[in-house]
């Protein structure tokens, strides 16, 4: 069975995915993990999941651009000029 | 006290030696990447146990490991053999740990704080060689020619009558590239 | 060529990315997963010829370090053989077709290793002419190859301090030790100059062109040269090719045309030792398939 297996490198970072090994059951696959992805102690941390766990999502629907929950919905540079002109204006 | 530091140094010298051999060449690549820190950390306990050694001697750690003849070394008559099965492996590798997980703990009970310290951390090593073993004696277990292997490779547990011949062979190998020049030089 | 290559074909040369699970041509395929198997073939073959050595490491130190590189080695076969497997072909049909000999290895792996000191030439100057090549994979349009090449990159810059360590301490040794350095040089130099493959122009390279390979061929020969002639020389060590020298212009090096006939026989496994290796890595092979199989019985 394949086992992916996530490493962190230092404490408070992400778990990034490392690789696979290849082994007969979980216990054999905490072996192999742990060799090939800390026997330099270049991990603090593994996640080891069987491959059959992992549910891939690698399609995302917007058909409408739904703009108003991001950043670029917001073009404010022409209604802000428009409002410190009309300030300047009251102003005078 | 040294006796024993060199027995447990001259074991685990010879076993990681031995467990070397199969670098390269284990039944699979991730049990090869793993066997192979074992063997390391093998080699690493003994050079650690001679480091405590050389000091009280006044030589160093090279000296011990490699510049005594065969009949001066202290391990057991198991980890001499050459044994390029896998079940005979983890036959030694099994019945190796058990026994020196109890030598360790004499070890570790040492009135010396210096060799109780390395014990200790040894002993913290060695968690992982058990768990190894064990995990490999649990698929083996009904595999008749490792039932074998284990019946075989018993007796020779502890046994410290004298060496076998193999011992001989696998020591002219392993001082071959250092007897080359003269006592001394650095490699 | 179809629509959809021309735009895959347009996609990787910008520096575009790809997955394991994406669309690819079939040839892009085709060539990465024979690229990428005969790199995982030369790291499995590369523990041969320095395990040897291993066993007859003269000092505590030098044991611990060579056993630690060839175990990278063997992680590295690891980490290639289940990109490729990712890719459609099997560990085992991998290891059926290298022991066939119907699939290749690199050509450094074909030669013996006689002494102490071509445990240092090869940790040192094999090893780096390997490095050259693999730091230009950090940038393979093959996502899944790029990222282990990271950690192979990572791991093989101790093996080079490794193999400089070792020549340091022969060239500072006795007379003796250092014509173990010098013996051996000259017995690698020529497997050496042809490693990184006959001169071909990038733009008529398949793996350029694909972008597997980010570097050409006479590139990478150019970068190994300009880093570890000057190291050889300053030592007092000869190379063993009356035409090597720097043309101080142009910065580039000239030498002796590698033979490359040579080349081309060795790969194709008429090297010296192909056929020892071969037989091992097939013994081994069968010694252990019971192993295998009690493991998949569960």
Redesign the interface.
């Known amino acids: 069975m394949i086992y992916e297996v996530f490493r962190q490198e230092r404490k408070g970072q992400a778990f990034q995915h490392a690789g696979s090994v290849e082994a007969a059951d979980e216990r054999f696959a905490e072996s192999y993990a742990r060799e090939q992805y800390g026997r330099r102690g270049e991990s603090v941390a593994l996640w080891v999941v069987e491959r059959g766990s992992i549910m891939r999502i690698e399609e995302f629907v917007d058909e409408l651009n739904r703009n108003y929950h991001r950043v670029d919905g917001y073009p404010l540079k022409e209604k802000l000029k428009e409002a410190r002109e009309r300030a300047a204006a009251r102003d005078r | 006290m040294s006796e024993l530091l060199l027995e447990i140094a001259d074991d685990e010298l010879i076993l990681g030696?031995r467990d070397?051999?199969w670098?390269?060449?284990?039944?699979?690549?991730?049990?090869?990447?793993?066997f192979?820190?074992i063997?390391?950390n093998e080699?690493?306990h003994?050079?650690a146990l001679?480091e405590l050694v050389a000091r009280e001697l006044g030589t160093t750690?090279?000296e011990l490991?490699?510049d005594r003849e065969p009949a001066e070394y202290r391990c057991s008559k198991l980890v001499e053999l050459r044994l390029?099965?896998?079940e005979r492996t983890i036959a030694r590798h099994v019945l190796y740990e058990q026994a020196d997980a109890e030598r360790l703990e004499r070890l570790k009970a040492s009135d010396d704080p210096e060799i109780a310290g390395l014990a200790a951390k040894i002993d913290r090593e060695e968690i992982?060689h058990r768990?190894?073993a064990e995990?490999w004696h649990?698929?083996?277990k009904d595999?008749p020619?490792y039932v074998e292997a284990l019946d075989e490779l018993r007796p020779l547990v502890g046994k410290r009558n004298g060496h076998s011949s193999e011992l001989t062979t696998l020591w002219e190998?392993?001082?071959?590239?250092?007897r080359?020049?003269?006592a001394g030089?650095?490699? | 060529m179809p629509e959809r290559e021309q735009e895959f074909l347009e996609y990787v040369q910008g520096g575009g990315q790809v997955e394991a699970g994406d669309w690819m041509p079939d040839e892009y395929r085709a060539r990465l997963r024979k690229f990428i198997e005969m790199h995982g073939n030369s790291e499995l073959m590369g523990v041969l010829p320095e395990r040897e050595w291993i066993l007859r490491a003269p000092t505590l130190q030098r044991k611990l370090a060579l056993t630690a590189k060839v175990q990278d080695e063997v992680g590295h076969a690891q980490l290639i053989y289940r990109v490729v497997e990712d890719l459609g072909k099997s560990r085992e049909e991998c290891l059926d077709d290298l022991i066939s000999g119907k699939s290749k290895f690199h050509n450094v792996f074909h030669y013996p290793t006689k002494t102490w000191g071509d445990v240092g030439v090869i940790a040192w100057l094999v090893d780096a002419a390997a490095i050259i090549s693999q730091k230009a994979l950090l940038k393979c349009s093959y996502a899944p190859y790029a990222r282990i090449m990271k950690k192979i990159c990572w791991e093989e810059s101790f093996h080079i301090l490794h193999g400089r360590d070792v020549i340091l301490t022969l060239m500072n040794g006795t007379e003796d030790q250092r014509g173990l350095v010098q013996e051996a040089l000259d017995r690698w130099w020529g497997p050496l100059m042809q490693f990184h493959g006959n001169p071909i122009p990038t733009d008529e390279d398949p793996m350029f062109i694909w972008r597997i390979k980010s570097q050409g061929n006479d590139e990478a020969r150019q970068q190994f040269l300009d880093g570890y002639v000057p190291q050889i020389w300053e030592l007092g060590l000869t190379v063993p090719d009356p035409e090597l020298r720097k043309d101080e212009e142009t910065g580039r090096w000239h030498y002796t045309e590698p033979d490359w006939d040579e080349l081309m026989s060795v790969v194709t496994g008429h090297g010296p030792k192909t056929e020892d290796r071969l037989d091992l890595r097939r013994q081994a092979r069968e010694n252990s398939a019971w192993v295998r199989s009690v493991l998949l019985a569960a």
């Open positions: 030696w070397s051999e670098t390269g060449i284990a039944p699979f690549l991730e049990e090869d990447v793993a192979s820190s063997a390391q080699v690493g003994a050079r001679y750690a090279d490991a490699f390029p099965e896998w992982y768990l190894h995990m649990e698929r083996l595999e020619r190998e392993m001082t071959s590239v250092r080359s020049q003269p030089t650095t490699w």
